[in-house]
């Protein structure tokens, strides 16, 4: 077993290492085996992370040039530091290496994104009566909560944006995965000023002790529609601001006249990343009943070609379920879509041996109905159906909770890109799938969010519009 000495696992709070009041394991999903164990942050501990950032939040509010100097630095300090937290990221996560390595730059970027994004105002009137601006103002200590699919880039994320807009963070990764993140937060703590970034960790009772604590000033949250449910209920009693980005069930329309081989390839790439564990992948397909067939044995055929293993081994594309739970629920939501007449092209089943792997599956003749249709599978399990005219698969991929990612497949574009406007996503795409960067919004519709990140629109929803107004004689 690997130590956690290793892994360097102490929370940084107030810019100080801090161990735990008690420990709790973390499971390698490449061997089911523990992998290490986090530190289980005190009550005392949380208070303390939150009046850190409180007592931090004047001096960085007020300092905008430092904090544009603090983001990149940071930035650069995350790069430098790319390889070593990809291997604490693969061994709790279970994503290749590859992967995990472009995570953390991808995490990076966002960081610099936000150090070169600029903070204007509006100008509302400037006349002989009056000059007015509405001008954007930080909230005060943001509570972060991350998932654990993508851990770092989702959480530096936040960071980013929070700490753009001038507020200061207390950051809580999932009790899955909270190696890589108190990795990044050491790493963090050398490139930030103390207490604007503090990491605690802990199992899921510390969630509605980190979001109802005082001090807290706003929320944002990636994870289960259920949870943010949960916080959208606690927070209400206080009128705190939120931004919730709680999961999808993305539809792929793809047209007769898609170009079957090109699209089958993209579209397994698209639902297999991160091996289905991503909230905005195509989850159910929606093929015309003139190229399914042919796209079900090309979506086949790459599942039957895709190497599942351990991430730490090169050759792998697909690693294992994060999580004993999840490969479960996958494994029964296929189960109940073959015992409702689905087949099973390719795969369908837990692959034996230690680890949490599943076969990639591909499955068809389900609808709607079924749960693996119907809810959110996040896993390597692709149902494929047919349609016949585009206003019944449009129906179809909208008759859902969820609204979070969506796209259309064709060779006339425009026609495509028509038939996406008529999606209710909050992210739509032609010819291609989860295409996200830090300049774009980012939001998701119906049970799928509250709110918008990335650009400036996610820079606004961590601050607050304060009327600046003068007088003049």
Not at 279 to 296: D, E, F, I, N, Q
Not at 343 to 371: D, K, Q, S
Request: charged content about 20%; proline content about 5%.
């Amino acid at each position: 077993m690997t130590t956690i000495e290793t892994f360097g696992s102490r929370m940084t709070i107030g810019g100080e290492a801090h161990e735990g009041a008690g420990t709790f394991p973390v499971t390698n999903p490449a061997t089911g085996k523990t992998l290490a164990l986090a530190p289980e942050a005190s009550e005392h501990q949380l208070d303390l992370a939150f009046r850190a950032a409180a007592d931090a939040f004047p001096a960085w509010a007020a300092d905008e040039p430092g904090r544009r100097k603090a983001l990149r630095a940071a930035a650069a300090a995350l790069s430098a530091q790319a390889e070593r937290i990809a291997s604490v990221l693969t061994a709790e996560q279970g994503k290749p290496l590859r992967l995990a390595h472009g995570e953390v730059l991808g995490a990076s970027m966002w960081l610099d994104h936000y150090a070169g994004l600029d903070l204007p105002g509006t100008l509302l009137q400037d006349d002989d009566q009056a000059y007015a601006e509405a001008v954007l103002r930080p909230l005060g200590v943001v509570t972060a909560i991350t998932p654990w699919n993508f851990p770092v880039y989702i959480g530096v994320a936040k960071l980013a944006m929070a700490l753009r807009a001038g507020n200061t963070v207390v950051l809580k990764p999932s009790p899955y995965t909270p190696l890589s993140t108190l990795l990044a937060g050491e790493i963090l703590a050398e490139a930030l000023p103390a207490g604007v970034v503090n990491v605690v960790t802990g199992r899921d009772h510390l969630g509605p002790l980190v979001t109802g604590h005082p001090l807290v000033r706003k929320i944002t949250f990636t994870g289960s529609t259920a949870t943010g449910r949960a916080i959208a209920q606690a927070a209400a009693s206080r009128f705190l601001p939120l931004t919730l980005e709680m999961g999808g069930n993305d539809a792929a329309v793809v047209l007769e006249d898609a170009d079957v081989e090109w699209t089958a390839e993209r579209l397994f790439a698209a639902a297999f990343d991160n091996n289905g564990q991503a909230c905005v992948a195509p989850k159910r397909v929606y093929a015309h009943r003139s190229v399914h067939g042919a796209l079900v044995e090309a979506l086949a055929g790459h599942a039957r070609a895709a190497r599942v293993g351990d991430g730490f081994d090169p050759a792998t594309e697909l690693g294992p379920l994060n999580n004993a739970a999840q490969r479960d629920r996958v494994a029964g939501l296929v189960a109940e879509a073959l015992a409702a007449g689905g087949t099973a092209v390719t795969g369908g089943r837990a692959l034996p041996g230690e680890g949490f792997f599943y076969e990639p599956t591909i499955v068809t003749g389900v609808r709607e109905g079924v749960r693996l249709v119907d809810e959110e599978q996040f896993g390597p399990a692709l149902p494929v159906m047919s349609f016949d005219d585009v206003d019944e698969a449009v129906a179809r991929a909208n008759d859902s909770a969820y609204g979070l990612g969506a796209s259309v497949w064709g060779a006339d574009t425009d026609r495509a890109a028509g038939i996406a406007r008529r999606l209710e996503a909050g992210n739509t795409w032609v010819n291609t799938h989860v295409a996200l960067a830090p300049h774009q919004p980012f939001a998701g519709w119906k049970s799928s969010g509250v709110g918008i990140e990335g650009g400036h629109w996610g820079l606004e929803s961590f601050s607050a519009v304060q009327l600046a107004y003068r007088a003049r004689r």
